[in-house]
């Protein structure tokens, strides 16, 4: 009875810490309509300044208190809402639902440039010299009763703040129709500024409280968010007092599952997972209606034709081989994944851009995909690739049953929920046995992959494996483009822009929901195998869901309706940040920032780089004396840097300006002389009447 009272009051302690954070972020999305993916990281990043002011620099832990909570914090509310996501406010909230991960990922990558994360940073509780309390058999100590006491304090201070004063009102006003709340005198704007501020200062409460009990690290402290999330979900995001309560279950269960759960090799990680575990059950279990979420701005999805894809295709095998026969083996490593990564994300278009199912465990079925081709392809066999799209196929079509329930920032929660799982438990659980089959997936460890045999040929080397995933690659462009043009791709866009409307149409939602859910993760799966086969020897870690956000995050960047999009995320992710790295080698924690910074910058261009590049050099691919000079000078340059007679950068660079000026010469080729505006009064006497004019009359008089 004692360790169950002991263990009730850790789990009352740590389900505070859960109610202060989750309370903040169901705040903010009240009132804002914003889900902030970066709350935890705010938190995080609140303890690792509370720990610089007091441990690093020894300032008092009152005044270190007031500078981060009163000042940090609320100016760190107040850049996000101006800067990060006002700017996105008008658009869809997949849109802004990037714009918080990529937030997160930043923050990340920021505190892990700013602190080693090889170095430990211990941080004493509060009162820690003081005696503890003691309540009959249970024991409690000042922290613990401090996190408790502020969790009842914060609870109050919300109740009295949104429903006994004017801001208060104004908050949850706004939430419902922020244009009538300007017609009546309130500030929609001042009202989601004070929400960001006191989210954060919830949020980095909730980080002080709770960097004394764990590993100060960044990745870490930002995931334990997993458990809030899990309790603002029990609050359906909108009620304060089933936030508490769902945090009251979150810590009990965390605290109950480390004192009573039986020692055994295969559940350490369940506990790791619990939480994630518990927020895919809510999600699930919840009705179905008050969990739906709306766009409010659909980007159009461009149909490729089939020569362009197919000049598309070529394009891409033509410069692996070109990558390959120019790199060294170490540089073939690092930018074979150019093409694996690059059919990774390529597996977010038929997803996201066509069907609008925002998935944040892409990765980790491209993980699933590296573990079957490393067990089962052990000795190159072909078959084995075909069995790893298979069954990174399944996988998939077991994520989208949550998703028949789900959708927008719901369905990007179930999904990020699963990736916890797999990384957290199923990927670190040791070798086991089913119907006599020894799996072993990552075996608490590394796994080796080799090449395939393509019949009798062994694809071992790097130049060889870097070719294959360039091919690859292209075949599955390919095919992504023939399903955007298919009847099945215009459904998916149908399901995007309405699942209601699809359903009403006759549309099967299980089997659409299934079928490009299970098409992607297939994909994932071949990206994950290839990805595996360059790298010799992956780990549970290298598809995380950490380690997956700068890929979707690129993804979005380039856009997600675009079939190109694959190369472009995988060389704008591996090729500069690599080729950084390697002329300035301390540049490593800034290339990091790189992908969180890029997010953040899809406001000034939600449809993403892909579609704009395309256009701008359009006029290069149409002129064929252009375009014949640029492929000799190629060819002849490339020949130049193969003999060695130039050297790399020389041969990228100088291939790079070439490029930019014939496409610059071609574009002044093909423009049309601008014509000078004339008043519509002088049509037809300074210059001549055309056919068209008459009716551009008639409407102009029809409008007013």
């Avoid at 419902?176 to 989210?199: F, Y």
């Avoid at 939602?509 to 994950?528: E, H, M, Q």
């Avoid at 406001?603 to 395309?614: A, L, Q, S």
């Avoid at 056919?691 to 409008?703: H, I, N, Q, S």
Wanted: proline share 5%; net charge positive.
């Amino acid at each position: 009875m004692d360790q169950f009272l002991t263990f009730g009051i850790v789990g009352l302690s740590t389900a505070a810490i859960y109610a202060v954070i989750g309370s903040g972020l169901v705040l903010t999305y009240t009132t804002t309509g914003v889900f902030n993916f970066a709350h935890g990281a705010a938190g995080m990043l609140s303890a690792f300044m509370y720990w610089q002011l007091t441990v690093g620099w020894g300032m008092p832990v009152p005044v270190a208190l007031v500078v981060v909570l009163l000042v940090l914090a609320p100016g760190f509310g107040l850049l996000v809402e101006r800067f990060v996501l006002r700017p996105v406010q008008a658009l869809g909230e997949a849109e802004r639902l990037v714009m918080t991960v990529a937030l997160l990922s930043g923050l990340i990558a920021a505190a892990r440039w700013i602190w080693d994360p090889n170095v430990a940073r211990p941080l004493p509780m509060f009162f820690a010299a003081r005696k503890p309390i003691h309540l009959g058999p249970a024991v409690i100590t000042w922290h613990q009763a401090i996190t408790m006491a502020v969790a009842v304090a914060v609870a109050v201070g919300l109740r009295i703040l949104l429903y006994r004063t004017r801001a208060g009102a104004e908050m949850r006003a706004a939430v419902d129709d922020r244009a009538l709340v300007g017609l009546t005198g309130a500030d929609p704007v001042r009202a989601g500024r004070v929400s960001w501020i006191l989210g954060t200062q919830l949020a980095a409460i909730g980080g002080i409280l709770i960097a004394p009990t764990v590993t100060l690290d960044a990745a870490q402290l930002s995931l334990l968010i997993v458990s809030a999330y899990t309790a603002a979900v029990f609050g359906r995001l909108r009620s304060l007092p089933l936030t508490f309560l769902g945090a009251v279950v979150v810590g009990c269960m965390e605290s109950y599952l480390t004192g009573y759960l039986p020692q055994n090799e295969y559940l350490p990680g369940l506990r790791l997972a619990a939480p994630a575990l518990l927020l895919l059950l809510a999600l699930l279990v919840f009705p179905h209606r008050r969990l739906r979420g709306r766009e409010r701005r659909l980007a159009r999805v461009p149909v490729p034709s089939a020569r362009g894809t197919l000049v598309f295709a070529a394009v891409v095998v033509a410069f692996g081989a070109v990558l390959a026969s120019l790199l060294g083996e170490a540089d073939l490593i690092t930018y074979g994944a150019i093409f694996s990564l690059g059919v990774v994300a390529l597996s977010y278009v038929p997803l996201a851009g066509y069907a609008g199912q925002v998935s944040l465990c892409q990765l980790s079925m491209a993980g699933i995909g590296a573990v079957v081709w490393a067990h089962l392809g052990a000795h190159g066999e072909l078959w084995a690739l075909g069995a790893t799209i298979l069954v990174s196929a399944v996988a998939g079509a077991l994520v989208a049953l949550p998703a028949l329930r789900l959708s927008g920032v719901y369905l990007a929660l179930g999904t990020a929920a699963f990736a916890v799982i797999l990384d957290r438990w199923i990927f670190t659980l040791p070798a086991f046995h089913i119907l006599g089959l020894r799996i072993a997936l990552f075996d608490q460890g590394s796994v080796d992959a080799t090449g395939p045999d393509l019949f009798g040929l062994r694809l071992d080397s790097g130049r060889e494996l870097m070719v294959f995933a360039a091919v690859c690659l292209a075949l599955a462009s390919i095919g992504v483009a023939a399903l955007r043009r298919s009847r099945f791709g215009r459904r998916l866009i149908a399901l995007r822009d309405s699942e209601a409307a699809y359903a009403t149409l006759g549309g099967n939602l299980l089997v659409a929901k299934v079928a490009v859910f299970a098409l992607a993760s297939g994909i994932a799966g071949l990206g994950g195998a290839l990805y595996g086969m360059q790298q010799r020897t992956v780990t549970a870690d290298q598809f995380s869901l950490i380690a997956g956000l700068p890929i979707f995050l690129v993804a979005v960047v380039g856009g997600l309706g675009a079939v190109g999009n694959g190369l472009f995320a995988g060389t704008a992710f591996v090729g500069p940040t690599n080729a950084l790295i390697a002329v300035v080698p301390g540049t490593a924690n800034l290339v990091a920032l790189l992908p969180g910074l890029a997010g953040v910058g899809l406001g000034h261009n939600p449809d993403g780089i892909v579609p704009r590049f395309r256009r701008q050099w359009e006029p290069l691919a149409r002129d064929r004396i252009a375009l014949s000079t640029l492929l000799c000078a190629l060819a002849l340059a490339w020949a130049l840097r193969f003999t060695d007679v130039i050297n790399d950068w020389t041969y990228y660079g100088g291939s790079l300006v070439l490029a930019a000026a014939l496409r610059a010469w071609a574009s002044a080729r093909q423009t049309a002389p601008a014509e000078p505006e004339i008043p519509v009064e002088w049509w037809g006497l300074r210059r001549d009447w055309r056919p068209e004019d008459k009716e551009v009359l008639a409407r102009g008089v029809a409008a007013g």
